[in-house]
């Protein structure tokens, strides 16, 4: 072979081989962007689908409320708040009757009443007004939760407008109010009512305390003191409901309303919570209020009235009793059948009595064992006698 030939045949061999390395390196060129697009196809598909789920779980977690609730000033927000959380601790009741068809022989129920009560433990005792359940044959309690029981009187105290009543619901459902106190209330705060004016139950008033150390008349003729006086809107319905603080702790009964036409005319009275933290757990334990024995019977306000009597009259006194001991002397008629007042009591431990309710009242600041100092009037003598109560 001359020269000339080989040196042609390795130019067209090195052409060959330089043409095939181009396709080759084109080839794969391309088949490494189709992977390298479908690899970022793959991580942007991945990418889409982490922010969707992320979108999904945030939609998830962002509560509905907080949208609802949106723009709304800070002092509603709380207010929104405090009905919420005490809401669930507010209870609707009605009472009813049975009447006795002597024609048919059949029984029938009647409604009697509605009013408002409230949970004060997980035993199942409710609070509500004495006035509420008075004469009632049957009550029901409707909680929060829409659910209703029947309801059994525990204790009672007409003096103080107040009764226990209990229903065998589970616990879990019971929610009791968180007790406040009354002593340190003052004039122009806020307070709330919950209630169920006219049978709309669950409804929230609002208002401010216009007054205190008020005195209303209860069912048993004796006044109930240092009530608490509201403007917060409270009509029939609302008896027997919380009155509460800005901290949604309880500070009062809601007990009545002063009205001409029988609807709120923003004057409502509340009976003081520290009076019903006193009185409730004696209407539980012995289903009233226990007070100090004296065996001391005394007149009512009427007669005081009649016979123009500043003080407590004194009409009996039992035998054995520590008013025997002491010395109390009973109202008795003469041989000539002519009336001998007993002894009319002015004033215990330096307290002036002006009545019978306020010779009550005076008693339940003491405990059994405790001595009194006593100063009466007899006849147009004034005495001091010593008490020591039981």
């Known amino acids: 072979m001359s020269i000339q030939v080989k040196t042609i ?34 991580e942007a598909d991945s990418v889409a689908s982490d922010e969707e789920s992320a979108a999904d779980t945030d939609a998830e977690a962002s509560p509905m409320h907080e949208e609802d609730v949106a723009g709304l000033r800070p002092e509603e927000l709380h207010t929104i708040n405090l009905f919420e959380k005490a809401s669930v601790s507010v209870a609707f009741i009605t009472t009813s009757n049975f009447r006795y068809n002597i024609f048919s022989h059949s029984t029938t129920e009647v409604q009697r009443g509605t009013g408002s009560a409230f ?8 609070i509500t007004n004495y006035h509420v359940i008075q004469g009632a044959d049957k009550a029901m309690v409707t909680l929060a939760n829409g659910k209703s029981y029947p309801a059994s009187l525990v204790g009672q105290a007409p003096e103080k407008d107040l009764a226990v009543l209990q229903i065998d619901a589970p616990a879990e459902v019971l929610k009791p109010i968180p007790v406040g106190h009354s002593a340190n209330l003052r004039v122009g705060q806020s307070v709330y009512a919950i209630g169920n004016p006219y049978g709309f139950d669950q409804t929230l008033t609002t208002g401010v305390i ?8 209860s069912v ?23 009155l ?15 009205s001409p036409s029988g609807s709120s005319a923003g004057i409502g009275f509340s009976i003081p919570v520290d009076v019903v933290s006193k009185v409730v757990p004696d209407l539980i334990k012995y289903g009233k209020i226990r007070r100090p024995y ?10 005081h009235h009649r016979l123009g009597i500043d003080g407590a009259l004194v009409l009996q006194v039992e035998d054995g009793s520590p008013a025997e001991r002491a010395g109390f002397r009973a109202t008795r008629y003469n041989r000539r059948g002519e ?12 307290q002036p009595i002006h009545s019978r309710s306020d010779f009550i009242l005076e008693l339940e600041k003491y405990q059994s064992g405790d001595e009194l100092r006593i100063e009466l009037l007899r006849g147009e003598q004034k005495e001091e006698l010593r008490l020591t109560l039981e």
Do not use: C
């Open 210 to 217: 216009s007054a205190l150390g008020r005195e209303i008349q």
């Open 339 to 350: 009336l001998i007042l007993g002894d009319i009591i002015t004033a215990v431990n330096g």
């Open 9 to 42: 045949f390795r130019a067209v061999f090195f052409m060959a081989l330089l043409v095939g390395g181009f396709f080759l390196g084109a080839a794969w060129h391309e088949r490494m962007e189709e992977k390298g697009s479908g690899a970022a196809l793959e």
């Open 119 to 126: 949970i004060w433990d997980r035993q199942g005792h409710i």
């Open 244 to 258: 509460l603080d800005s901290s949604g702790k309880l500070i009062g009964v809601n007990s009545a309303i002063y």
């Open 294 to 303: 004296t065996g001391i019977e005394l007149a009512s306000d009427y007669a």
């Open 220 to 242: 048993a003729g004796i006044p109930i003191r240092d009530v608490i006086q509201t403007d917060a809107a409270i009509n029939p319905g609302n008896s027997g409901g919380p």
